[in-house]
């Protein structure tokens, strides 16, 4: 099916819009990416800005949301004027880490219990740290409190 307008933007919406394939698109007329496409193959996956999701959602582009961002235990947002990075369970800890493995590249670990890991693995559970800070300008600061 093709929409026209009188001004703006031309689409066309339907099955094989670029001529081959059996996915659903929603397309610009003048366009060869999809704005948005459902696989024909009856797994639902759907893309945006992308002919042929591979994925549940396959998004070619930033996404932005204005309050916060959440997969699985994971949250991303800004909360209380912090850009942040958490866990909406007290018991998930958080990890950060290279190839998504933070149990072989433990980079930084906050686990359960609010104890830091860095570069290592396993974590401190004594009482005499409290907070740990590393600050550099002209010369390098190392501070336990």
Same mark, same amino acid.
């Given at each position: 099916?093709?929409?026209?307008?009188?001004?703006?933007?031309?689409?066309?919406?339907?099955?094989?819009? /670029?001529?081959?394939?059996?996915? /659903?698109?929603?397309?610009?007329?003048?366009g060869t990416v999809a704005a948005i496409s459902i696989n024909s193959s009856g797994n639902g996956y759907v893309g945006i800005g992308v002919n042929d999701a591979s994925t549940p959602l396959e998004i070619n582009g930033n996404v932005y949301s204005?309050?916060?961002?959440?997969?699985?235990?994971?949250?991303?947002?800004?909360?209380?004027?912090?850009?942040?990075?958490?866990?909406?369970?007290?018991?998930?800890?958080?990890?950060?880490?290279?190839?998504?493995?933070?149990?072989?590249?433990?980079?930084?670990?906050?686990?359960?219990?609010?104890?830091?890991?860095?570069?290592?693995?396993?974590?401190?559970?004594?009482?005499?740290?409290?907070?740990?800070?590393?600050?550099?300008?002209?010369?390098?600061?190392?501070?336990?409190?």
């Amino acid at each position: 099916m093709y929409i026209g307008a009188t001004s703006g933007t031309d689409w066309r919406l339907g099955k094989s819009v /670029f001529g081959t394939g059996s996915n /659903f698109h929603i397309a610009k007329h003048s366009g060869t990416v999809a704005a948005i496409s459902i696989n024909s193959s009856g797994n639902g996956y759907v893309g945006i800005g992308v002919n042929d999701a591979s994925t549940p959602l396959e998004i070619n582009g930033n996404v932005y949301s204005s309050t916060r961002m959440q997969g699985g235990n994971t949250l991303i947002g800004t909360k209380d004027g912090y850009a942040c990075l958490g866990s909406n369970s007290t018991t998930v800890p958080i990890a950060i880490s290279r190839d998504w493995l933070p149990s072989s590249y433990p980079d930084l670990i906050i686990n359960a219990s609010g104890n830091v890991t860095v570069g290592g693995t396993s974590s401190y559970g004594g009482t005499g740290v409290k907070s740990f800070n590393i600050q550099a300008t002209d010369y390098p600061l190392m501070a336990f409190y």
